[in-house]
T-cell receptor, first 115, second 112 residues
Framework: AQSVAQPEDQVNVAEGNPLTVKCTYS??????LFWYVQYPNRGLQFLLK??????LVKGSYGFEAEFNKSQTSFHLKKPSALVSDSALYFC?????????????FGTGTRLLVSP | DTGVSQDPRHKITKRGQNVTFRCDPI?????LYWYRQTLGQGPEFLTY????????KSRLLSNRFSAERPKGSFSTLEIQRTEQGDSAMYLC??????????FGDGTRLSIL
């Protein structure tokens, strides 16, 4: 079975500073990894995905993620945080067992960017 | 614009009542998913449709839950005899080909 873990419930960072939101994964087979962001009372917005290829994946709104196979990690990063980045961030892995590509999500990390 | 419209956005009902939610993809997406998100948790998979066929159901989907996608376009999720534990955000997502899943803004269900 596939799973992801987000070890931090909350990450605090000052505006302009770099941010990292952590995610580790456990999969059978090749990992297909995703990051989504959720604003209050909204659905999830896709940020980026890793399927194969370069370990550094670039996504929307200046976010990027680094895939590390040896550490089974897929951390989300941004060089310079904005107050508007404050939201709930979810890491997800695609379930490879059934072929229907459902997603298995972590518990989420709340990012708070202070002015 | 997420490409997925969900209705209603909020539903408040008394325990024991039946509720139905609707998901409308704006354009053609043959793959449609329902997820449930409880407070403080990530979304959990409920069920999957490919066109009108319901191909996978989670164990979370008790016999009080039923989902349909009669013409392979919009989908409905019905909960019968609602319970307190059904309070959650119900999210619909669609996917085309190898594209990632795109989510609607969800229906928040509150059981009194």
């Amino acid at each position: 079975a596939q799973s992801v873990a987000q070890p931090e419930d909350q990450v605090n960072v000052a505006e302009g500073n770099p941010l990292t939101v952590k995610c580790t994964y456990s999969v059978s087979g090749n990992p297909y990894l995703f990051w989504y962001v959720q604003y209050p009372n909204r659905g999830l917005q896709f940020l980026l995905k890793y399927i194969t290829g370069d370990n550094l994946v670039k996504g929307s709104y200046g976010f990027e993620a680094e895939f590390n196979k040896s550490q089974t990690s897929f951390h989300l990063k941004k060089p310079s945080a904005l107050v508007s980045d404050s939201a709930l961030y979810f890491c997800a892995v695609r379930d490879n067992d059934t072929g229907f590509q459902k997603l298995v999500f972590g518990t989420g990390t709340r990012l708070l960017v202070s002015p | 614009d997420t490409g997925v419209s969900q209705d209603p956005r909020h539903k408040i009902t008394k325990r024991g009542q039946n509720v139905t939610f609707r998901c409308d993809p704006i354009s053609e997406h043959n793959r449609l998913y329902w997820y449930r998100q409880t407070l403080g948790q990530g979304p959990e998979f409920l069920t999957y449709f490919q066109n009108e066929a319901q191909l996978e159901k989670s164990r979370l989907l008790s016999n009080r839950f039923s989902a349909e996608r009669p013409k392979g376009s919009f989908s409905t999720l019905e909960i019968q005899r609602t319970e307190q534990g059904d309070s959650a955000m119900y999210l619909c997502a669609v996917r085309r080909g190898d594209q990632p899943q795109h989510f609607g803004d969800g229906t928040r269900l509150s059981i009194l």
